[in-house]
């Protein structure tokens, strides 16, 4: 991972990132109201170039509740959006956001008048009322049109009933089924979970609207990206103003965060005209280290560094401070993920069938694969989600959580049936070992006797007339010509019979001459014993 240049950290360690994956249709278009002058009107009707990309949009709310503000702006974004990313796809009718303390929580407000305060922020969500016709291009390519004359969603409160007569256990969404096919075939695009939840509402939304141009000039190698102040103002929204001063002032408070941070080395600004003849400024804006760093983690590629510019800058002034040049930032900077490698792969596919959004997957897959696998293994036993299966799941990994309730029966279980398949598979290895070299340990066993006749003549003759006797005694006691002493007859010929014979006969009467067993040979003398066939003898 390449370092930076001034401080010798990487680029994570600079710029941690947690993504978040927001669809790019609807999300750039304004739903609430961000400015502290009162109402907005939210209509936009953008003829786009030659009729390609042209937009008709509409929000109007709920007279009871009124117009979606910042703290909507927030839910939807922080909360609403995080659930459906977490969701996967494609993507469930109903959402589960937790209760209103959960909520209030995850946005850092104390709880108390708070839950009030985003419980109406929801159903101000609910009540905005859209009206949009629109076409984009879904993520197979083909082109899809989006009209839609409807609310995005519905609540249901901790308390209250679905349709099927349920009773909610926290705060749900009930999304409509023409929002939820926009959101299963419209692109995605990551953003800075965290960078998003620290910036105020304004910076916010020109973070999520000036992406688009900074993500475009970093992939083009273009050395900046730029942005109209009046169609800026549309999308925002916010009020437009006519005079430079007071353009300056409302661009300078929002460009200042994001210059703080590093995602934006320097602004400068050109004057225009709208086309009808209005003011209106081009913003020109260089990316910092930390939008390099948000375009290599995010794509896991790495990026060459921006052409010079060939344009003229001739007119522009710079608005804030200049950060390091394009040529001195770390470009690049995080490997390539193994791609090729089938594991990797595998476990990518596995994480996201189980709820974790795809750039999730890929990084915990990345940096935490035995902790994914480990998690994984745990999931079946998870009783009950707070939010989310896919948010559970990227806590649990992040957070390296400890087994279930259940989970550890289920291991001991698990591991007693290993235990005893792994004896069952010895046993019948060690059958069929015994089995197939049983003849050549005769055969062994036969050239010891003859040994023994050479070595030990008396031991030998004393072998021989215990076999007679024991041969006599069978043909007193059973009846000559029976089939039992036909059989018992057979069984004392079996050279299997002699070598156990012989064996009891040794070790009653001449213990240092005992001759091993079966397993004993194996592992002295079978060129072929057991272990050397990848087995472990019992």
Request: contains cysteine; neutral net charge; aromatic residues 10%.
């Amino acid at each position: 991972m390449m370092l930076d240049p001034q401080t010798g950290a990487t680029q994570s360690q600079l710029f941690p990132l947690d993504a978040i994956r927001v669809e790019t249709v609807l999300s750039r278009n304004p739903i609430h109201n961000l400015s502290k002058r009162g109402g907005v009107e939210i209509a936009i009707n953008f003829a786009g170039e030659g009729g390609r990309g042209a937009i008709q949009w509409q929000v109007s709310h709920n007279s009871r509740y009124g117009q979606p503000g910042p703290l909507a702006y927030k839910v939807d974004t922080h909360v609403v959006n995080r659930r459906i990313d977490e969701a996967g796809r494609p993507v469930p009718k109903i959402i589960r956001l937790g209760s209103l303390s959960e909520i209030c929580a995850e946005l850092g407000l104390a709880d108390g008048k708070s839950t009030q305060d985003v419980k109406k922020a929801l159903l101000q969500n609910a009540g905005a009322f859209v009206t949009a016709k629109l076409a984009y291009t879904g993520t197979d390519g083909t082109e899809h049109s989006f009209e839609f004359n409807d609310t995005r969603y519905g609540v249901v409160l901790t308390g209250q009933k679905f349709p099927d007569g349920r009773k909610a256990n926290a705060v749900y969404l009930v999304l409509h089924d023409i929002f939820r096919g926009l959101l299963d075939r419209a692109p995605y695009r990551p953003l800075d979970y965290d960078y998003l939840k620290s910036l105020t509402p304004g910076a916010q939304r020109f973070y999520e609207l000036v992406s688009y141009q900074i993500f475009a000039a970093i992939k083009h190698t273009r050395p900046q990206a730029r942005y109209r102040y009046s169609e800026y103002c549309t999308f925002a929204p916010q009020t437009r103003y006519y005079d430079w001063e007071h353009a300056r002032k409302q661009m300078y408070k929002l460009h200042a965060p994001h210059i703080q941070s590093e995602y934006l080395a320097k602004v400068e600004y050109e004057a225009t005209d709208d086309g009808q003849g209005n003011p209106d400024w081009w913003f020109w804006y260089t990316p910092g280290r930390k939008a390099y760093a948000e375009y290599s983690a995010f794509l896991c590629r790495k990026q060459p560094k921006p052409k010079p510019a060939t344009e003229t800058s001739r007119g522009r002034r710079t608005l804030a401070p200049a950060g390091p040049a394009p040529e001195q930032l770390p470009l690049g900077g995080v490997a390539e993920p193994a791609a090729a490698d089938p594991q990797y792969e595998e476990l990518v596919q596995h994480l996201a069938e189980k709820g974790l959004n795809h750039s999730d997957a890929e990084r915990l897959a990345r940096e935490k694969p035995e902790e994914c696998r480990r998690q994984l293994d745990h999931l079946p036993f998870v009783a009950e989600f707070k939010s989310s299966r896919g948010a559970y799941l990227r806590a649990a990994i992040e957070g390296g959580y400890g087994p279930p309730k259940g989970y550890a029966e289920h291991a001991t279980k698990e591991r007693a049936q290993q235990r005893k398949a792994e004896e069952t598979s010895r046993k019948q290895a060690r059958q069929s070992h015994e089995a197939a070299h049983r003849a050549t340990y005769l055969a062994w066993i036969g050239e010891r006797v003859g040994e023994l006749e050479t070595s030990h003549p008396e031991v030998a003759t004393g072998f021989s007339e215990a076999e007679a006797k024991m041969l006599a005694k069978y043909r007193r006691t059973l009846p000559a010509n029976s089939s039992a002493l036909r059989a018992v007859l057979a069984d004392y010929e079996r050279p299997e019979s002699r070598a156990e014979r012989l064996q009891e006969f040794l070790e009653k009467h001449h213990p240092a001459l005992k001759l091993p067993d079966f397993w004993q040979w194996d592992a002295a003398y079978n060129p072929q014993r057991f272990e050397a066939e990848g087995l472990e003898k019992a």
